[in-house]
């Protein structure tokens, strides 16, 4: 089944180069790690989950319109607050890494936020435990695991930069994020989330779910272990 997947991804990529499409994929690769460094566990699938946020974000942003609810383009927050974007003096509503502000005569002016950067278990990459099967109208984990050191916790560590390749016609960004078990047992993943943190035309900063992942098998963490969660999106380009 995977075999046949996967050549079907591989068609579609080649369409994408054909017609001058680029046809964005995204991977997930968890590896788990005893106390003394040594690998225990690797898990590695393709991530199918982008959420409606994302392709609301990247509509608003190519069309170059705002987030009007009546074309149900808006976008909703971890908290579960729907946010419509005011389209007044805005060459876009909002996107996953900063937004586009119009000054009268002047040029756009790019303001970066922090997006999948994070040193909180509020955004950037996340983990769960929930079970519940991938939604496109997903925007938080069903169960987050919390950043700490009680029963059930894992320690979030730091986000660092993220680092782009360019292999043939294919870019590729990579992000990664450590997780430390020192709850004192086992912590069970089973959902892994890309939330982005920025700003919309209010500037008011929020969180949002760009997509949320169902493990094919649930990836124990033991106690004093450690979780790499590698997540990589690409895009091939046309020749």
């Given at each position: 089944?995977?075999?046949?997947?996967?050549?079907?991804?591989?068609?579609?990529?080649?369409?994408?180069?054909?017609?001058?499409?680029?046809?964005?994929?995204?991977?997930?690769?968890?590896?788990?790690?005893?106390?003394?460094?040594k690998?225990?566990?690797?898990?590695?699938?393709?991530?199918?989950?982008?959420?409606?946020?994302?392709?609301?974000?990247?509509?608003?942003?190519?069309?170059?319109?705002?987030?009007?609810?009546?074309?149900?383009?808006?976008?909703?927050?971890?908290?579960?607050?729907?946010h419509?974007?005011?389209?007044?003096?805005?060459?876009?509503?909002?996107?996953?890494?900063?937004?586009?502000?119009?000054?009268?005569?002047?040029?756009?002016?790019?303001?970066?936020?922090?997006?999948?950067?994070?040193?909180?278990?509020?955004?950037?990459?996340?983990?769960?435990?929930?079970?519940?099967?991938?939604?496109?109208?997903?925007?938080?984990?069903?169960?987050?695991?919390?950043d700490?050191?009680?029963?059930?916790?894992?320690?979030?560590?730091?986000?660092?930069?993220?680092?782009?390749?360019?292999?043939?016609?294919?870019?590729?960004c990579?992000?990664?994020?450590?997780?430390?078990?020192?709850?004192?047992?086992?912590?069970?993943?089973?959902?892994?989330?890309?939330?982005?943190?920025?700003?919309?035309?209010?500037?008011?900063?929020?969180?949002?779910?760009?997509?949320?992942?169902?493990?094919?098998?649930?990836?124990?963490?033991?106690?004093?272990?450690?979780?790499?969660?590698?997540?990589?999106?690409?895009?091939?380009?046309?020749?």
């Open positions: 089944m995977v075999d046949v997947e996967e050549k079907e991804y591989e068609q579609l990529r080649k369409l994408g180069q054909k017609f001058r499409i680029p046809i964005p994929e995204a991977f997930l690769e968890l590896e788990v790690t005893d106390r003394y460094g690998v225990i566990r690797k898990h590695k699938q393709r991530s199918r989950s982008w959420v409606r946020n994302a392709y609301s974000l990247l509509f608003t942003e190519m069309a170059g319109v705002a987030g009007y609810s009546g074309h149900n383009l808006q976008v909703k927050d971890t908290g579960g607050t729907v419509s974007m005011d389209p007044e003096g805005y060459l876009a509503g909002a996107h996953s890494i900063g937004y586009s502000k119009m000054s009268p005569g002047k040029p756009a002016v790019i303001v970066p936020w922090y997006g999948y950067r994070s040193n909180a278990d509020t955004h950037g990459i996340l983990v769960g435990s929930g079970t519940v099967a991938e939604s496109f109208e997903d925007y938080a984990l069903q169960t987050l695991i919390s700490g050191i009680g029963a059930g916790q894992l320690s979030y560590v730091d986000t660092p930069l993220n680092t782009v390749t360019d292999v043939g016609l294919t870019k590729s990579e992000w990664v994020r450590y997780f430390n078990n020192n709850s004192g047992g086992d912590v069970n993943v089973n959902e892994v989330g890309l939330v982005a943190y920025g700003t919309l035309t209010d500037d008011t900063a929020r969180k949002f779910m760009m997509s949320r992942d169902v493990l094919a098998s649930t990836v124990t963490v033991p106690n004093t272990g450690q979780l790499k969660v590698t997540y990589t999106i690409q895009l091939t380009y046309p020749a």
